[in-house]
Structures are given as C-alpha cells and as structure tokens.
C-alpha cells in the first residue's frame, strides 16, 4: 500500500485548502480512507474518515468546516478545509484500512495557518 498526500501549505485563518492522497496498490473501493493529523508536541488524532459506501465521520472539532471526500475512479481522498483556525496547523497523514485488516499511513502534508 502507497499513499501518497499533498496540497498542504500555509494559509491565513479563515482561508481554505485541499489536500489531497493517492492510493495505490490497493482495491481502492473496498478500503475505509481518513485523515488524521498531529500538531508539535501532542498526539495523532483522528480528523475525518469516508467508508466504502461514503459515510463519513469527523472529530467535533473540524465538523462543520471540513469535508472528507473520495473519487473511486482517481484512487483519491480529499479534505476540503474551510474556515482554518491556528489550532489547525498540523500535519496531515492520511489513512486507509481494509476492515479486518492492519491500517496504513501516508508520509503526511504539513498545514499551517498563521493568525
């Protein structure tokens, strides 16, 4: 499994971005694709995850201004981020998982947003 995240950057509060990550070398339909992230000095924690049947589920702090989406046809999730806070500033790791199976992870995509 190769995951492959961009589209991180430096943006000022309140603006938007999209990051995005490749699949490959998987059944990309059948996997459960998310996003975590990890700010300096604190815990990877869960962002936002999209089922095979594009269910999605976000941590309370992100619901209502990110969206985690996935094109079957292009191997790839996105998370469109609007509404960025400082407290936003991470990096982004995505994620996948087959059920049943161990989870893989990304290199991960530095978001930072300046005040």
């Known amino acids: 499994v190769q995951l492959q995240a961009s589209g991180g950057g430096l943006v000022q509060a309140g603006g938007p971005l999209r990051p995005s990550c490749v699949a490959s070398?998987?059944?990309?339909?059948?996997?459960?694709m998310g996003w975590y992230r990890q700010a300096p000095g604190k815990q990877r924690d869960l962002v936002a995850t999209i089922s095979s049947g594009s269910s999605t589920n976000y941590a309370d702090s992100v619901k209502g201004r990110f969206t985690i989406s996935r094109d079957n046809a292009k191997n790839t999730v996105y998370l469109q981020m609007n509404s960025l806070k400082p407290e936003d500033t991470a990096v982004y790791y995505c994620?996948?998982?087959?059920?049943?199976?161990?989870?893989?992870w990304g290199q991960g995509t530095l978001v930072t947003v300046s005040s």
């Open positions: 994620w996948a998982q087959q059920p049943g199976y161990r989870a893989s």
């Open positions: 070398g998987i059944i990309f339909r059948r996997y459960v």
